[in-house]
């Protein structure tokens, strides 16, 4: 890649990433909603509701986190009852993280108040607009995965 495009895609990444964390994946806080999980604690659910066990490694480089932090938000979301530490009954010291019913529950939650949180956002763009969001976001979402193999 020349180095003017990577300066270019790095400058979309840093233009876009803070108003989509900020503005559109994190819905505001209801006084009688479920409670407010920090990023990476809800990336590490939505990991662990797609895999179903990872290990505490695999999570850290999945969410881009030390081993030091990936322990620290495994230890809040075990607290809170959201997931759980299993052991490999054949290498006690392989730790594997699962989320539980609570935290399942939990994910459905916020991602019905994300899409209902989106949905107000985006309520002033006209179908076309919409249509391309969907399709633009789509395709950067195929590339991206084709990056990461």
Known sequence: MQREKAETLAKLFFRTAPPFRRNYIKPP???DGPPRLPHHHMFCLIILMK??????GS?????GVSNQQITRIVGELVNEGLA???FDESNRRAVFVCIT???RKLLEIHYRLVCKHIEQ???GLNDADTDA?????SEISKILEKAEQ
């Open 29 to 31: 806080k209801l006084p």
């Open 51 to 56: 895999s179903e066990r990872e290990s505490m």
């Open 59 to 63: 999570l850290a480089e999945k969410l």
């Open 84 to 86: 759980e530490r299993v």
């Open 101 to 103: 019913r609570k935290g």
């Open 121 to 123: 956002n985006f309520a």
């Open 133 to 137: 969001l969907i399709y633009h976001l």
